[in-house]
């Protein structure tokens, strides 16, 4: 179910053959603003147009979501009295030629040529992990650079503007808005006339407020609110706005109100600094939770623990640009280096997920009785935004898939993440011996989920997989203390459950009986819980759990690798079938040692002598049954490998997906490994 509206001018926008390259890899799917689960757009270009009727909406962003609506962002230079479009097509009769985009972790980089001038128009998306306050603020920047290239100077204007697409999915909806002018900046302000908390319309929330912005350069900046053709037409004709806004609010796409801010910088050459927007899409509160006491909390962005009005915010991210820039550049350095060091396609890799999986999550706090921000209290929340698992919140198996990159980025990230989850199932609210698949049924209520499922082998492992992940990176073992009985009774449901697993099923969506690979992921569950007491200083225990995990481990073999055969079966007992046996990853992880060397060495052959262009599938019973690859799975099968050439031919498969140009998604997680084709989900 997707609501969305196109405007009818789309129609006449002629399709431009594409002659640039995008810079450091082709990929067709390019992030622009990705803050949070919401503020989560791309613009899909490149070799695949974008599906819909209408070629030329690929100048424009899209939500993340896979048949996107369209999230109006326009942005425009006059140069010489002459417009050109830079982002979004509007009939246009000069379209600045593109030459390059540029894409690294925080940015993308758009350059184009403007008649004679070239420009540089960026978005930023920080990644400051380790900054709480930064990083819960829902903010992107765009900022433009220009510079003369025949040398002269030119009369040069900058426009940018937002329609309200970014508040619904149902572009029916109506919305209001207002602008606030400080001496110091301009922030413009729209909202639906009756938003409705937590609620969601094609996975775009109804209780955002827009806040498009720019810091004031003195009489040079102007403004106006008003019907997409005449704001857009009026910097066209003039170069400035007037400062105006319509009275009459409306539906979304009626006569589409835009929010556009312009400055004319005169006749210049280049600018020295930077024009900056600031696009924001807050919500408060973010989450409603449902606590240990069966209380129904209201969290906030933690970033209201230190800003009392959004106007401080904004003004604050505003002065914060030049440092924000430095910032993100060296963020970029700092996670293409690490990447460097793996192999050659993997910074690229991270280049497109770095965004995409701190954007994710919203980082929470809440008042205490007194009314005080209690700052000891964080809890994370993550949007399933992976296509599979179902629409939960904190979706353990799906989480466990994104949780190596926060353990990157930040370690305590984890935590936050895992708290709320033990919290609700450590409470009387929960009876279940084995782990929920989540905190609530769909984001963003997080209202708790005590539903049986048959995925109790694979969640409760993955608890205790990233609970133990988390003490170890960290060095705090505070979850561990809290709810040292609540992870014991998980252990012991695999004790009893894992080495028949039978016809319990993974996140993948299979169904087939006694899964090795899902067998394998309890019992280094189990291996876990043996750290886990060691932590807690509960030596004998540890003692027990090590002892069941290698025991466990012999039986699991012996069933799952019997003698004629090179390679872990998929299914105990099933000696045509193979598989990725990426759940190995957290015995590498955690330093567990639970598989011998002897296992790993022969899947690295298996996968090197079994792969095709884009990947492996992910479950083999030829000569019929395949299930596609996970992007995730893959990556977490490359670093099982027991050399690093196979590593390595792993993390390219997935490079030459996303360089293939078959799809046009944001990233997506499953795809066919042999047609590269984006599949919604697991398909056969
Ligand atoms: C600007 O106005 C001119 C003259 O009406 C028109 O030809 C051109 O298409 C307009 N450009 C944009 C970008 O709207
Ligand atoms: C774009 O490139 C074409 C072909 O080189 C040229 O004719 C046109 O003037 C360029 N447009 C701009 C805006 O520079
Ligand atoms: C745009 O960015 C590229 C790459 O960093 C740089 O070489 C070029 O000079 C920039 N152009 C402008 C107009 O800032
Ligand atoms: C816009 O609607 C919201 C929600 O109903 C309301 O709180 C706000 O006052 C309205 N703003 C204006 C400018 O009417
Ligand atoms: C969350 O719960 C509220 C009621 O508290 C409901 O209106 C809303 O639709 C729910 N959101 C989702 C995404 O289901
Ligand atoms: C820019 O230069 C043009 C032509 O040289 C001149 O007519 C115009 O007044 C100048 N504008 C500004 C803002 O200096
Ligand atoms: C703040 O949160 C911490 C952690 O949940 C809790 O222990 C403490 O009691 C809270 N403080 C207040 C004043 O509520
Ligand atoms: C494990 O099995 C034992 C023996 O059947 C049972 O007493 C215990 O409750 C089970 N524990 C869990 C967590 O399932
Ligand atoms: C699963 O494997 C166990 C151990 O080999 C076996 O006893 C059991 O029958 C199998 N279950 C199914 C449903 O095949
Ligand atoms: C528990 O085991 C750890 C690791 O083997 C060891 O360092 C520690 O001294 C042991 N603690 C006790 C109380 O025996
Ligand atoms: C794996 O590759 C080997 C060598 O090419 C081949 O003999 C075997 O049939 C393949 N196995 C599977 C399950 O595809
Ligand atoms: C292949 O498909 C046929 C018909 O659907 C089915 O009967 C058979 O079990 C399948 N083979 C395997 C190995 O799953």
């Known amino acids: 179910m997707v609501f969305w509206i196109f405007y009818p001018i ?39 147009p974008f599906k819909t009727p209408f070629a030329s909406s690929a100048w424009w962003p899209v ?54 001038m070239s420009v540089n128009a960026t978005f930023l998306s920080p990644i400051e992990p380790m900054d709480l306050v930064r990083q819960s603020m829902p903010f992107t920047y765009l900022y433009i650079d220009v510079t003369s290239s025949d040398g002269q100077p030119h009369a040069v204007q900058l426009y940018s503007d937002i329609t309200a697409d970014w508040l619904s999915g149902d572009r029916g909806m109506m919305c209001n808005w207002t602008a606030t002018t400080e001496s110091d900046y301009i922030s413009l302000k729209t909202q639906l006339q009756s938003p409705i908390p937590f609620a969601e319309i094609g996975d775009q929330a109804l209780d955002s407020t827009a806040y498009f912005s720019m810091a004031k350069q003195g009489l040079s900046t102007t403004w106006q609110i008003g019907r997409d053709t005449d704001v857009r037409g009026q910097f066209n004709t003039s170069g400035g706005l007037l400062q105006t806004q319509e009275s009459n609010f409306r539906a979304i796409s009626t006569n589409p109100p835009v929010f556009g801010m312009s400055i004319a ?14 696009l924001g899409l807050l919500r408060d509160p973010v989450v409603q939770y449902t606590n240990g006491d069966g209380n129904n909390e209201l969290r906030s962005s ?34 293409l280096g690490d990447a460097q060091k793996i192999s050659s396609s993997y910074p690229d890799m991270v280049t497109l997920s770095a965004r995409q999986a701190l954007s994710a999550i919203d980082i929470t706090v809440k008042r205490d009785d007194s009314g005080k921000w209690n700052v000891s209290d964080v809890k994370a929340f993550f949007k399933n935004m992976g296509g599979v698992g179902g629409p939960g919140v904190n979706a353990v198996d799906v989480l466990y898939s994104a949780f190596p ?20 199932q450590n409470s009387n609210q929960y009876a279940l011996p084995y782990a929920a698949h989540d905190v609530g049924l769909a984001y963003p209520n997080a209202t708790g989920n005590s539903n049986p499922h048959k995925q109790g082998i694979e969640q409760s492992a993955n608890m205790l997989i990233m609970t133990l992940a988390h003490a170890q990176f960290t060095g705090d073992g505070i979850l561990i203390s809290k709810y040292y009985t609540l992870l014991r009774t998980w252990a012991d449901y695999l004790v009893n459950n894992t080495l028949n697993p039978g016809t319990q099923t993974t996140s993948d969506g299979l169904t087939t009986t006694n899964q090795t690979n899902l067998a394998i992921k309890g019992i280094i569950g189990i291996a876990a819980m043996a750290k886990i007491s060691e932590f807690a200083g509960d030596n004998a225990t540890a003692a027990h759990y090590q002892t069941v995990s290698s025991n466990y481990e012999n039986q699991w073999q012996a069933l799952s690798f019997p003698s004629n055969t090179s390679h872990l079966l998929a299914n105990y ?28 060495e022969a899947q690295t052959t298996f996968y090197s002598q079994n792969s095709t262009s884009f990947g492996e599938f992910l479950d083999m019973k030829p000569p019929n049954v395949t299930l596609n690859s996970g992007k995730d799975w893959m990556m977490f099968t490359a670093s099982t490998a027991s050399n690093s050439a196979t590593r390595d031919e792993l993390i390219l498969q997935i490079h030459n997906f996303v360089t293939a140009g078959v799809t046009n998604e944001a990233f997506p997680l499953i795809y066919n490994p042999t047609s590269a084709e984006f599949t919604d989900g697991p398909a056969r």
């Open 63 to 116: 939500f993340w979501t896979s048949s996107p609506p369209i999230m109006g962002w326009y942005v425009a230079i006059r140069v010489d009295g002459v417009t050109y479009p830079i982002l979004g097509g509007f009939g246009e009769t000069h379209q600045a030629n593109q030459t390059a985009a540029i894409i690294t972790p925080t940015q993308t980089t758009f350059a184009l040529q403007a008649g004679p």
């Open 10 to 48: 789309l129609l006449l926008t002629p399709v431009t053959a594409q002659t640039w390259a995008t810079i450091p890899f082709s990929t067709q799917s390019l992030p622009i603003a990705l803050r949070s689960p919401y503020l989560n757009s791309w613009i899909s270009q490149g070799k695949a």
């Open 265 to 278: 910088l005169g006749n210049i050459t280049t600018t020295s600094t930077p024009v900056v927007w600031l």
């Open 405 to 424: 990159a926060y353990l990157y980025f930040n370690p305590a990230i984890v935590g936050y993440l895992l708290s709320p989850l033990l919290e609700f």
């Open 302 to 335: 933690y970033f209201w623990s230190q800003y009392t009005t959004p106007q401080g915010a904004i003004n604050f991210l505003l002065n914060d640009f030049t440092r924000a820039r430095s910032a993100g550049d060296a963020m970029d350095a700092k996670i």
């Open 573 to 600: 007992g099933s000696d045509s079938s193979s598989g990725l046996m990426y759940n190995l990853y957290s015995d590498k992880l955690l330093q567990l040692g639970v598989v011998p060397n002897s296992v790993y």
